[in-house]
Each structure stands twice: as C-alpha cells, then as structure tokens.
T-cell receptor, first 112, second 116 residues
Framework: DTEVTQTPKHLVMGMTNKKSLKCEQH?????MYWYKQKAKKPPELMFV???????INESVPSRFSPECPNSSLLNLHLHALQPEDSALYLC???????????FGPGTRLTVL | GQQLNQSPQSMFIQEGEDVSMNCTSS?????WLWYKQDPGEGPVLLIA?????ELTSNGRLTAQFGITRKDSFLNISASIPSDVGIYFC????????????????FGQGTILTVHP
C-alpha cells in the first residue's frame, strides 16, 4: 500500500483566516514533505521532515508553519495568506529522505 | 543547480498511437522517476529506475535509465483516453558533495492529449 491521504480536498479561506492542512501515511515512512504546485507547473518543495524533525525549509514565508506531531502525521498551518498563495498543496512521504517519494492527492487552496 | 529538460512540452495524439517522451540533464542522476498527474490530483509514481542502463516496464509503459545517467525516456504503447494527463520526470537533487537531501528536481512536464 502506497497511500498518502490529505484533508481537506478543497479549502477556501480569507486573508485573515487561520486554517490547517493535514497529511497522513501509514507506510512506516520516516520522511514527509510539503510541496506547492501551480497549474501546469512541476511541484515546488516547501519543507522536508526526516524522523519527525524539520530538515529542509526552502525559504518559505512564515505564514506557512509546518508541524510533524508523529511519524504518520504532517500538518501545514496557514495564517494571513495572500491570494498568490492559492495553489495545489501536495504532501509526500518516503522510506527515508533519499528514497522514492509517494504523493497524496493534494489540497486545492483558494485564498480570497 | 541541477536541471531536467523534458520534451516534448505537449503532445496531441490519436488513440492507439505510441508515445515517447524524454528527459535530459547536464548532471548525473542516480535515480530517475516518472510520475503521471491527472487534473486536480497528486502525481502518481509510474516507474522508478535505480540503475544505469535499466529498462523497466509497467503494463503499456516502458522507461529506461540512460547509460550515461544523464537521460531517461518513457514510452507508452497503444495509447488510450485515460493516458491523458501531465507526465513528469524527476530525480533526487544532489549537493556538490553528491549527497541527496530529500529534494527532487522535476522536469517541466509533458502534457499528453489523446483524441478518441
């Protein structure tokens, strides 16, 4: 089973709202990732967690705040977003951070 | 930094035709990954290649890891309407010391349209 789940599927939020995206995997993977993807473009890496510790932050604005409560869960907390942050947000996981990554279905985020 | 040049950017084909797309790089990659993405969904791994020269099939899909480790191709035989989507090649990004730290380099994608 190579399933990564993400909730919600769609999210619409105002620029003053606080919301969270959730990602879960039960494959025993120890590395988890957040990506941002604009239409017809490749995914862009935001954060990498390895063994529940943040190992890479690709200079992401602080209005995006990741959290890894345990080895199966990854959250992305959103606050004071801008309309240009509207995108498909993808979670991925891999056995280790050098291994093949498996993606979730994504959350379509719209910021009004 | 490392870059992957993926071609063609888009393809319009008739159902039943074969498809070929490729990725090239000026840098060596130790792994080549091919993903397919349907609209509004996440990328789905099609084929992973781990060894130079490796030729791997997955149903109607065949992919090869170039012997120079700087290129890979993906072929789809006898295309069907559900093959429509964006296909991405990807490989682990390495730092100057050759260490991979979890970041993937992606090609720009090939948009495939299949006419019934």
């Amino acid at each position: 089973d190579t399933e990564v789940t993400q909730t919600p599927k769609h999210l619409v939020m105002g620029m003053t709202n606080k919301k969270s995206l959730k990602c879960e995997q039960h494959m025993g993977h120890r590395a988890m990732y957040w990506y941002k993807q604009k239409a017809k473009k490749p995914p862009e890496l935001m954060f990498v967690y390895s063994y529940e510790k943040l190992s890479i932050n690709e200079s992401v604005p602080s209005r995006f705040s990741p959290e890894c409560p345990n080895s199966s869960l990854l959250n992305l907390h959103l606050h004071a977003l801008q309309p240009e942050d509207s995108a498909l947000y993808l979670c991925a996981s891999s056995q280790g951070h050098t291994d093949t990554q498996y993606f979730g279905p994504g959350t379509r985020l719209t910021v009004l | 930094g490392q870059q992957l040049n993926q071609s063609p950017q888009s393809m319009f084909i008739q159902e039943g035709e074969d498809v070929s797309m490729n990725c090239t790089s000026s840098s060596i990659f130790n792994t080549w990954l091919w993903y397919k993405q349907d609209p509004g969904e996440g990328p789905v791994l099609l084929i992973a290649l781990y060894k130079a020269g490796e030729l791997t099939s997955n149903g109607r899909l065949t992919a090869q890891f170039g012997i120079t480790r700087k290129d890979s191709f993906l072929n789809i035989s006898a295309s069907i309407p559900s093959d429509v989507g964006i296909y991405f090649c990807a490989g682990p990004t390495h730092n100057a010391g050759g260490t991979s730290y979890g970041k993937l380099t992606f090609g720009q994608g090939t948009i495939l349209t299949v006419h019934p």
